[in-house]
């Protein structure tokens, strides 16, 4: 949701940021890739019991995997970068879910519960990018949801920061997921129809 509706709000330093990476000589897919290394290091973090490292960590991959995106856009996106770009995203939330599950391992089962809902959701999202024909601004159909990867950011902090809540924070993520998914069933019936 805040990535569909916030996006413009932030892109103008996403713009600069990709502007003078590309100036240094920075390609779409080296930051990628280097926004995947810094994003693995949270999971590292959170079970070096490090929580404000693993949330900066978090957060600054999380810019540059947007920053990536917009180098690639403004020089030539590839398929291949794409699924770099999404493979590395999933590598890094499932960073921090193990992160988490081994530092606090009464939480575990609520923590699968939220991986499996991740899934699901990503199985969904892929299969209507791949099976829609409608356009995007990315290299495939996004469909938008209650939540996207800031709301992921936000609840995966909620969970490092407030681990004494940390099952509850975590149903409710998965809640949140559950909504998501359907919400993105109800649109794939509107447009693979």
């Given at each position: 949701m805040l990535d569909t509706h916030a996006r413009k709000h932030v892109q103008p330093v996403v713009e600069k940021t990709a502007d003078v990476l590309l100036k240094k000589g920075f390609t779409a897919d080296g930051v990628t890739k280097i926004a995947f290394a810094i994003g693995m290091s949270s999971g590292v973090f959170i079970y070096l019991d490090q929580p404000l490292w693993a949330v900066f960590v978090l957060w600054f991959s999380g810019y540059l995997d947007v920053v990536d995106g917009t180098m690639a856009r403004k020089t030539k996106p590839s398929s291949w970068g794409t699924l770099l770009d999404?493979?590395?995203?999933?590598?890094?939330?499932?960073?921090?879910?193990?992160?988490?599950?081994?530092?606090?391992?009464?939480?575990?089962?609520?923590?699968?519960?939220?991986?499996?809902?991740?899934?699901?959701?990503?199985?969904?999202?892929?299969?209507?990018?791949?099976?829609?024909?409608?356009?995007?601004?990315?290299s495939f159909y996004y469909q938008a949801g209650l939540a996207e990867r800031t709301e992921g950011f936000i609840l995966f902090t909620l969970m490092i920061i407030f681990s004494t809540y940390l099952t509850a924070i975590t149903l409710i993520f998965f809640a949140v997921q559950i909504v998501t998914i359907l919400q993105r069933l109800a649109e794939a019936k509107r447009i693979l129809k």
């Amino acid at each position: 949701m805040l990535d569909t509706h916030a996006r413009k709000h932030v892109q103008p330093v996403v713009e600069k940021t990709a502007d003078v990476l590309l100036k240094k000589g920075f390609t779409a897919d080296g930051v990628t890739k280097i926004a995947f290394a810094i994003g693995m290091s949270s999971g590292v973090f959170i079970y070096l019991d490090q929580p404000l490292w693993a949330v900066f960590v978090l957060w600054f991959s999380g810019y540059l995997d947007v920053v990536d995106g917009t180098m690639a856009r403004k020089t030539k996106p590839s398929s291949w970068g794409t699924l770099l770009d999404i493979s590395f995203d999933r590598l890094v939330e499932i960073s921090v879910i193990i992160g988490l599950a081994f530092r606090f391992p009464d939480s575990m089962w609520a923590m699968l519960l939220l991986s499996v809902s991740i899934i699901v959701a990503m199985t969904v999202f892929l299969t209507v990018g791949a099976l829609s024909d409608k356009p995007g601004m990315k290299s495939f159909y996004y469909q938008a949801g209650l939540a996207e990867r800031t709301e992921g950011f936000i609840l995966f902090t909620l969970m490092i920061i407030f681990s004494t809540y940390l099952t509850a924070i975590t149903l409710i993520f998965f809640a949140v997921q559950i909504v998501t998914i359907l919400q993105r069933l109800a649109e794939a019936k509107r447009i693979l129809k």
